[in-house]
């Protein structure tokens, strides 16, 4: 299976799941609090702070005509462009923001939304790119990012296998291998019967990369149990308060929460372990108390041994009880007294 590498670090099997807390719109327009982020972020185990790279004419047009407005979900009949003017993240904060992230130890990761974006990007010297599950279809877009012969963490929500595959081949047609593939289902918040985390192992499989999970349900255990299915990358949208109105803020996680769920992550990654077979000390002081054969009535030299002298009980010092049954019958080599483990010399 593929590992991306982004700068020193090796994301894929083998290695800890890389977590990505998504600023998105949470700063609500204020740079102070984007920055209180960042450092939120990186307190709550966040290895990446993720923003948006665009604005709302790089995104749409101005327009008030039925098809610029959304219908349904978490932002009903908001206009689009009206909706990106709030929700945008001011370009002239950009660098700051790659700074704090640099200064807090948290990598620092946009999504481009189109060739400018892409190019700012490009100046403010960006080591990877994610790629949103809207923009999956704008082909030209994903192969102008791949371009850049940088690491890509694509999000794929809302695409068919075959448009998957399109994107895939677009990254792969710049001579990028760097690629990284996340199960995402782009509905805010996500209910859990639609996340379908087995996907997440058949995306491995079938493009031969790392994969993992872009979460919008609402509270950890989408996340949890992704990684414990496989996945290698998770992205969370993450806030200081909730209670901040901003477009994302309704399925965001507060720092506490984030925190409670990495600190799961690490955990079942410690429990997923590896495959293996051998005992750990502890099972190894657990086996004196298996059951084994033992007498139970004093036995002289000479007489048999009856399911009523010798019994399969615990603990474990005596023959294995797959020997009891043949041992029946059979004559004792000596006089042995109850409570005495059996083994081989006290058979004839």
Known sequence: MKQIKIKNRSIGQGHPCYIIA????????????????????????????????????????????????????????????????????????????????????IDFLSTPFDKTAVDFLEELGVDFYKIASFEVVDIPLVKYIAAKGKPVIMSVGMASLGEIEDAVHAVRSQGNENLCLLKCSSTYPAPLEDMNLKTIRHLEETFDVAAGLSDHSMGSIAAVAAVAVGAKVIEKHFCISRKIENPDASFSMEPEEFKQMVDDIRSVEKALGKISYDLSEGEKASRSLRKSIFVVEDIKKGEKFTEKNIRVIRPGYGLMPKYYEGILGRHAARDIDRATPLNWSMVE
Request: glycine fraction near 10%.
């Open 22 to 105: 998504e600023m998105s719109a949470n700063h609500a327009g204020d740079i102070h609090r984007a920055v209180e982020i960042i450092h939120a972020a990186r307190e709550a185990g966040a290895d990446c702070i993720k923003i948006q790279t665009y604005t709302a004419d790089t995104l749409t047009i101005d327009s008030n005509k039925e098809f610029f407005t959304i219908k349904g979900g978490q932002w009903n009949g908001e206009n689009l462009y009206g909706l990106y003017k709030k929700a945008f993240t001011p370009w002239e904060w950009q660098g700051r923001l790659k700074e704090e992230a640099e200064k807090a130890g």
